[in-house]
């Protein structure tokens, strides 16, 4: 299976935002649950949203209120607006299934957040 191919990273201060984009070639990507990860310096990766085949959104407690995802079945994407970006957000973010057999892992797009 093709990796997924991450965009939209970059360096913002604190308290900016930044939409992130997920583009995948899967033929049944509809059906998939998918989500955003993320990876700090010297962290184990995390999971920070997910969203179902029909759009309903989870996200960890860590991210709840600032960041949004949503996904477009027609186009294959999936997207992570970030709000209110904080330190701590600093990281390389990802996007994979939510499922035991993980699709292989893109490079990512860097977010870093600094003053």
Same mark, same amino acid.
């Given at each position: 299976?093709?990796?997924?191919? #991450?965009?939209?990273?970059?360096?913002?201060?604190?308290?900016?935002?930044?939409?992130?984009?997920?583009?995948?070639?899967?033929?049944?990507?509809?059906?998939?649950?998918?989500?955003?990860?993320?990876?700090?310096? #010297?962290?184990?990766?995390?999971?920070?949203?997910?969203?179902?085949?029909?759009?309903?959104?989870?996200?960890?407690?860590?991210?709840?209120?600032?960041?949004?995802?949503?996904?477009?079945?027609?186009?294959?994407?999936?997207?992570?607006?970030?709000?209110?970006?904080?330190? #701590?957000?600093?990281?390389?973010?990802?996007?994979?299934?939510?499922?035991?057999?993980?699709?292989?892992?893109?490079?990512?797009?860097?977010?870093?957040?600094?003053?």
């Amino acid at each position: 299976q093709v990796q997924p191919v #991450e965009s939209g990273g970059g360096s913002v201060q604190p308290g900016g935002s930044l939409t992130l984009s997920c583009t995948t070639t899967l033929s049944n990507f509809r059906y998939m649950t998918m989500a955003w990860y993320r990876q700090g310096s #010297e962290k184990e990766r995390e999971l920070v949203a997910s969203v179902t085949y029909d759009g309903d959104p989870q996200y960890a407690h860590f991210v709840k209120g600032r960041f949004t995802i949503y996904r477009d079945n027609i186009g294959k994407m999936v997207s992570l607006q970030m709000n209110s970006l904080k330190p #701590e957000d600093t990281a390389v973010y990802y996007c994979n299934k939510v499922s035991a057999s993980l699709l292989p892992w893109g490079q990512g797009t860097q977010v870093t957040v600094s003053s």
